[in-house]
């Protein structure tokens, strides 16, 4: 199963959001493989500062279950001066419909 997902970073962030996936801490790696992620990707419009992100994943429950870790909180917290975000720190996201594949 494919999903894909807009989210924005505030201004002049695009550095520090690269460099604090690069390289992505382990644990959170290792917790999104252990919850049936199989690829995920984050991609940069520069001109807007939207990131869409797409992922390709064994089940949405799985996927949603992520959520629930303590490494996931973490992550938000450390990740949430850079992007708008909400009360829990998660990034605010815009769930995008797949219209075409090949």
Same mark, same amino acid.
């Given at each position: 199963?494919?999903?894909? /997902?807009?989210? +924005?970073?505030? &201004?002049?962030?695009?550095?520090?959001?690269?460099?604090?996936?690069?390289? =992505?801490? %382990?644990?959170?790696?290792?917790?999104?493989?252990?919850?049936?992620?199989?690829?995920?990707?984050?991609?940069?419009?520069?001109?807007?500062?939207?990131? /869409?992100?797409? +992922?390709?994943? &064994?089940?949405?429950?799985?996927?949603?279950?992520?959520?629930?870790?303590? =490494?996931? %909180?973490?992550?938000?917290?450390?990740?949430?001066?850079?992007?708008?975000?909400?009360?829990?720190?998660?990034?605010?996201?815009?769930?995008?419909?797949?219209?075409?594949?090949?």
């Amino acid at each position: 199963m494919r999903i894909a /997902f807009k989210m +924005a970073l505030n &201004k002049d962030m695009q550095d520090e959001y690269e460099k604090r996936h690069n390289p =992505i801490w %382990k644990e959170l790696e290792d917790t999104l493989k252990d919850h049936g992620v199989i690829s995920y990707s984050i991609f940069l419009d520069k001109e807007t500062n939207e990131l /869409f992100a797409c +992922a390709q994943i &064994k089940s949405k429950e799985q996927w949603e279950q992520i959520a629930q870790t303590d =490494i996931c %909180k973490k992550w938000w917290e450390y990740m949430s001066p850079l992007m708008p975000t909400n009360p829990d720190k998660s990034p605010k996201t815009i769930e995008l419909r797949e219209v075409f594949h090949i």
